[in-house]
């Protein structure tokens, strides 16, 4: 590898005195905040500022309508387009989930159900939000393409038990998603 | 002793402790809205005032942008938990940051806040103690600050601690040198040592950055030039005071550990430096520490350079002397001039980077130092024009610059590396 | 040739391998072109694993006779090549005749290895086969395995991982069968996943002796059944889940209950009866999900009881005593270790020794009972016994006594029936003459016909237990013990076999190992008792003490444990399995 010596510049006595240059960056900073007020800044349009600098005053003010499609939020469960649940409880997502954020109590469909044939489904699925990392293993492990990251990402709550997604929660957040899933088919 | 005068003591110090805690909680408060703007940010915008812990309904969203975040912010660091490492020098490590607090609201104790009221007949000055020495006082006050960070360094019995004591000790005894010897030349043209003096002198003759007015009146009236000896002078005598004022506030900058000179606490080298193992309220004392000695020095560059409370051009003297609004209007007076500083350290700490520590010390001991004790002799000779004359002042001069040279010299030398010629 | 002619002879007279192995009634084998010798009659998959080749295989058990129906043991095969007549056998440098590689592949399972026999369990062939079988055994299968229960430990999962195709080609419609099908009280039959491998069938048939199984239908739609009118209620039906390699049969109880990826294992023996089957014990944080047979040909082979499986479902019930209780006033009120020790011990110290009695337990383990004759010592009565329960004989793997460890506690007590003194026992309780009494890990009412009105009559009793119960309720102080799966002891069998229970799990709340709260009696009523630090110590106190437990440390009787005396009973499925091996049907 070749050397390449760089000289430092020579500086002028007005450069070496430096007060000049430290006049000019505060007029520079002062002109920055002086646009920052009057919500002039660079961007602040296009990120939907509030006003002052490019911040959002967030509970107030939100993206959600720029939020891209792959935005991982929280987990939630899916229905099928005929509100059958579409988890099978194979606790694959409780096994890969890193923070061990999900537990499921796994249980059967009984027997005079419909969609007995199904046999399993899980009694109960709690997701600790304290702990999800929102990292997408489970979206991804899942066989039967029952937990999706939704989009939401508020998610609040006053004590560590509000905090605990149940299966009723989970659903409500999910929604319903349309497609096949193997397990439905009728011919297998 | 008069009673009045002890009640009205009293009242002051009650009062002006109270006027200086107020401004570190609008300094902090300042200094996180003013540096989010200057950042794009928006800073604490949304505390109000927490009605429903009082059994009320709704919170009080009072449209004051965020002002009562400065009693969120206290309460939050009375409320912490208060922990003391195992290992640290228990009574040390208590003391430190009360030995912080302490000369920093000391040092108010001179600084004249506004003009003297006249109260059932006794003049009381405005300010809690009309020293003659004053600004000695607060510099020997002011210097005990820097006992309480080195303690808190040694006493945290841990290494970044040390490290920012240690660089605390150094840089603080640096720069009172450059400190005292840059307002040599003030204190000369002033001839005393009272700030209520050097304030009252600046009412009349104009302050000393800007000597605009004398009791003839504005520079552009004949009344100015009634002594024109006198009024060059004074003009001349700007450039001493310019160069006195630059390093003056220079080393205020690096007595408070404000940037770009806060090496003792530079959290990219030292954690947290000096006060990295304090927690909860012994850290809000370091905290409330520096700004206090911020707001100090800032009273301290007003009184001396800017007129204190004076209001300036001339308009001081058509007011009524020792009455109670107009001490109160001079107080107000005062207190912006202050704010008006207190932007500006805050300006530069958002502007200008951290120094490193070397340059900080070259910059104290080789610059400063030498320019602060050339300065005395220019002022001097400024000053001593009218008794020696033209000749004497030229011979001097002369001098001056002959030393002058030597002297930056001597300390570009100190500056240069050894040779190379050993590799 | 004339030059030849010495050579040969020189071949002729050195000895060959051949001659070498049939001597020790060996034969030369050369599995994937490693020559050895193996014994003769050695089926090739067996041989194969001497060497450490696993040949994929699902309808082959050693336990069972093989039908070689499931066709994924296949390996290709090679003999030397018949001689023309008149030509000598040629012998290469090493002694061994070349090869001729068959180009049709053999099962392994069902072949007897030969002199000179090759063996290929890999290679293009061989490969390209085991490709081909599992793609079939795929076509049917409905690939549920999120739902199933046997996923994580499936064959059919492990082996299309490593020799399927990855993909099937399969288009046409799968066939329908039965699903969720209830043949029995503990099994549920799919047989949509079901392979034919035909395990089951042969295990009800050959083991179990009940054979409720078969295949019905013809070519695809085969699939396995209960006969007509019958169900699959044999105590041994667990079995044939464990041996099933897929999910066609599965455990009710264990159904949909975990994944078995989340449980731990714990090797121990089963103590529900004395023959001490040997047990795996699966948990998950502090609950056991199942209990299965581990292999110990000395002991159980692969095969455990229904009845002693599910009793781990009484371990982890709602009466669990959580902590040492003293009756005040008539009513238990939770105690502390320290309390309800102190009590116990005070209520037996002022006793004179002919008005204390100690009931102990066959449940208990060798440590356990070494420390209550000690306390009997301590206390200085002779009337110790345990409580008999004498049922009868399976003629398989169920003792008479389902007391787990009979024999440990004739040895440790040196007593040929430690429950000898029982009758004694009851007769001075009922008399009034026994005044303290102290019962360990025994319902005195349901189990050994003592009358709740003789208990009333006592003065002082201690009830040590893992679940409240009658005899409980009559105590004065109870201890709260550890159950099967919650400590570590050792157990002697009917046989004489000492083996040792590992810990699965932990008793819950404040429940203590019964050595501890033993330990602890011990030392309050004798001052120079210095408690043992754990349950080794107390083993190395009996290794000391009884001369059949010498030297034997929890180290020493490892896995599988270990004879220690001949107490001439037989477990009878062992020598069923005997035969069956003698006989040629299995390879054991």
């Known amino acids: 590898m070749a050397i390449i010596k760089v000289e430092r510049p020579k500086l002028s006595i007005g450069e070496k005195i430096y007060f000049g240059a430290i006049f000019k960056g505060m007029v520079i900073t002062l002109r920055h905040a002086f646009r ?33 499609e792959y935005y991982r939020g929280a987990p939630a469960l899916v229905t099928d387009e005929r509100d059958r649940e579409r988890c099978v409880s194979c606790q694959l997502c409780e096994f890969i989930c890193p923070p061990k954020a999900i537990k499921i109590t796994p249980g059967e469909i009984p027997s005079d159900n419909e969609w007995a044939k199904i046999e399993k489904r899980p009694l109960e699925f709690d997701i600790d939000m304290i702990r999800c990392i929102y990292c997408g293993m489970c979206e991804e492990v899942c066989p039967e393409q029952a937990i999706y990251l939704r989009p939401d990402y508020v998610i609040t709550g006053t004590d560590r038990n509000e905090m605990v997604h149940d299966k009723d929660r989970l659903y409500e957040i999910g929604g319903k998603r349309v497609g096949l899933v193997n397990k439905w088919n009728d011919l297998k | 002793m008069d009673t009045t005068l002890l009640i009205a003591a ?99 104790a001179v600084i004249p806040f506004g003009s003297p009221m006249e109260i059932a007949g006794n003049v009381i000055p405005m300010a809690v103690a009309d020293l003659n020495v004053g600004p000695l006082y607060i510099f020997a006050i002011a210097s005990l600050s820097v006992y309480g960070i080195t303690l808190a360094g040694w006493a945290s019995n841990s290494k970044y601690p040390f490290f920012g004591g240690v660089r605390a000790c150094a840089q603080m005894i640096s720069y009172e040198i450059a400190l005292g010897l840059s307002i040599v030349p003030v204190l000369m043209f002033f001839g005393g040592l009272n700030l209520g003096h050097i304030v009252e002198d600046q009412v009349t003759n104009g302050w000393l950055l800007l000597p605009l007015w004398n009791e003839g009146g504005f520079i552009i009236s004949s009344g100015y030039w009634a002594d024109p000896q006198a009024s060059i002078q004074r003009l001349l005598l700007l450039i001493p005071i310019i160069i006195s004022f630059i390093i003056f506030t220079t080393s205020i900058f690096a007595e408070t550990n404000r940037m770009p000179f806060d090496l003792p606490e530079c959290e990219t080298e030292l954690v947290g430096g000096y006060h990295t193992e304090y927690s909860s309220m012994k850290f809000a004392l370091f905290f409330m520490g ?44 005062f207190l912006g001039k202050v704010t008006f ?65 030597l002297l930056i010299k001597i300390a570009k030398g100190s500056l240069e590396k050894p040779s190379a010629t050993a590799v | 040739m004339s030059e030849d002619a010495p050579a040969n002879t020189v071949t002729a007279e050195k000895e060959l391998p051949k001659d070498l192995a049939a001597a020790a009634g060996m034969v030369n084998v050369q599995i994937d072109g490693e020559w050895l010798q193996v014994p003769k009659g050695t089926r090739m998959i067996e041989a194969a694993k001497l060497v450490g080749k696993e040949v994929p295989h699902y309808c082959y058990h050693p336990k069972l006779s093989s039908p070689g129906n499931c066709r994924m043991c296949l390996v290709q095969m090679g ?68 739902i199933c229960d046997q996923a994580g430990e499936c064959k059919l999962q492990e082996f299309s991982v490593e020799h399927g195709r990855g993909a099937s080609r399969f288009k046409e419609t799968k066939i329908k069968k039965p699903k969720n099908v209830d043949i029995g009280k503990n099994i549920r039959l799919d047989d949509e996943r079901c392979i034919m491998c035909s395990r089951c069938i042969r295990f009800m048939d050959e083991v179990a002796e009940e054979p409720v199984l078969g295949f019905s239908q013809r070519g695809t739609h085969t699939s396995v059944t209960v006969h007509p009118g019958y169900r699959l209620d044999n105590n041994y039906s667990l079995n044939t889940a464990d041996i099933c390699p897929v999910g066609a049969l599965t455990s009710n109880d264990f159904r949909f209950q975990m994944r078995v990826w989340f449980l731990k294992e714990t090797k121990s023996i089963d103590i529900n ?75 037996l110290g002022m006793r004179q020794s002919d008005e204390v009695a100690i009931i102990a337990s066959g449940r208990l383990s060798n440590e356990e009972l070494f420390l209550t004759k000690q306390i009997a010592k301590a206390l200085g009565t002779e009337l110790i016994a345990t409580v008999p329960r004498i049922g009868e004989s399976d003629g398989k793997l169920i003792s008479a006594d389902r007391n787990p460890n009979t024999t440990g506690a004739s040895l440790i007590w040196n007593t040929s029936d430690p429950a000898e003194k029982l009758d004694a026992i009851r007769e001075g309780v009922s008399s009034g003459r026994i005044k303290a009494l102290i019962v360990l890990s025994e319902d005195l009412l349901k189990e050994a016909n003592f009358d709740s009105s003789d208990l009333k009559k006592l003065d002082h009793l201690i009830v040590s237990h893992t679940h409240a119960n009658p005899t409980a309720s009559h105590a004065d102080v109870v201890f709260s013990g550890a159950g099967f799966a919650e400590k570590r002891a050792t157990y002697v069998n009917v046989t004489g076999r000492l083996q040792r229970a590992n810990q699965a799990v932990i008793a819950p709340g404040e429940a203590r190992d019964d050595w501890e709260s033993l330990a602890a009696l011990l030392s309050q009523l004798d001052e120079n008792y210095i408690p043992p630090a754990s349950m080794d110590s107390i083993l190395n106190h009996i290794s000391s003490e009884v001369s059949e437990f010498k030297g034997q440390t929890f180290g020493s009787i490892g896995d599988l444990g270990i004879q220690i005396t001949e107490t001439g009973v037989t477990i009878p499925l062992l020598e069923q399995e005997k035969a069956r091996v003698e006989s040629g049907q299995i390879v054991g």
């Not at chain 2, 969120?72 to 922990?83: M, P, Q, S, V």
């Not at chain 3, 592949?105 to 007897?112: F, H, K, L, M």
């Open chain 2, 290 to 333: 520096e700004y206090a000695a911020m707001v100090v020095g800032s009273a301290l560059i007003v009184t001396l350079f800017l007129g204190g409370w004076s209001i300036g051009f001339g308009i001081d003297n058509l007011l009524p002397v020792g009455a109670w609004w107009v001490s109160l209007l001079h107080i107000g007076v």
């Open chain 3, 273 to 347: 009866c004395g023959t001490g089957a040997n047990t795996v014990i699966w948990t998950r944080g502090n609950e056991v999900f199942r209990v299965t047979p581990r292999q110990n040909d000395d002991v159980n082979s692969s095969w455990m009881p229904d009845s002693h499986r599910l009793s781990f479902n009484n371990l982890q019930t709602d009466d669990r005593l959580s902590g040492p209780l003293i009756k005040k006033d008539g009513k238990h009120l939770q105690s502390s270790w320290m309390e309800a020790t102190a009590h116990a011990a005070a209520g």
């Open chain 3, 79 to 146: 003999m030397p090549p018949r001689p023309a007549p008149g030509q000598a056998p040629v012998y290469g440098d090493d002694g061994f005749q070349e090869i001729g590689w068959m180009p049709r592949p053999v099962i392994a399972c069902a072949n007897t290895v030969a002199e000179n026999m090759g063996i290929r369990t890999g290679g293009d062939l061989v490969e390209k086969t085991r490709e081909g079988v599992m793609e079939f055994l795929l076509i049917n299968h409905p690939l549920d395995c999120p």
């Open chain 2, 341 to 405: 500083f207190i932007l500006f350290f805050i300006l530069v700490r958002w502007t200008v980077p951290r120094f490193r520590y070397d340059q900080l010390m070259n910059l104290g001991w080789i610059v400063f130092f030498e320019a602060a004790l050339i300065n005395v002799f220019l002022a001097a000779l400024v000053i001593a024009y009218p008794s020696i004359g033209f000749v004497g002042v030229a011979i001097g001069f002369a001098l001056l610059i002959t030393a002058s040279i």
């Open chain 1, 36 to 68: 920052s007020l009057v919500g002039k800044t660079t961007g602040a349009k296009e990120l939907n500022s509030s006003g002052v600098g490019v911040t959002m005053q967030y509970p107030e003010q939100k993206w959600d309508d720029q939020l891209p």
């Open chain 2, 10 to 108: 009293a009242i002051k110090i009650a009062v002006f402790i109270g006027i200086t805690m107020s401004f570190v909680s609008i300094c902090v408060i300042f200094e996180r809205r003013f540096s989010a703007i200057i950042q794009d940010r928006v800073g604490p915008n949304r505390t109000m005032i927490p009605l429903s812990i009082l059994g009320f309904k709704k919170d009080l969203a009072l449209p004051i942008g965020g002002l009562t975040q400065p009693v969120a912010d206290g309460l939050k660091f009375i409320l912490k938990e208060d922990f003391t490492p195992s290992y640290v020098r228990k009574f040390f490590f208590w003391l430190a940051p009360v030995l912080v607090v302490v000369p920093a609201l000391l040092t108010m």
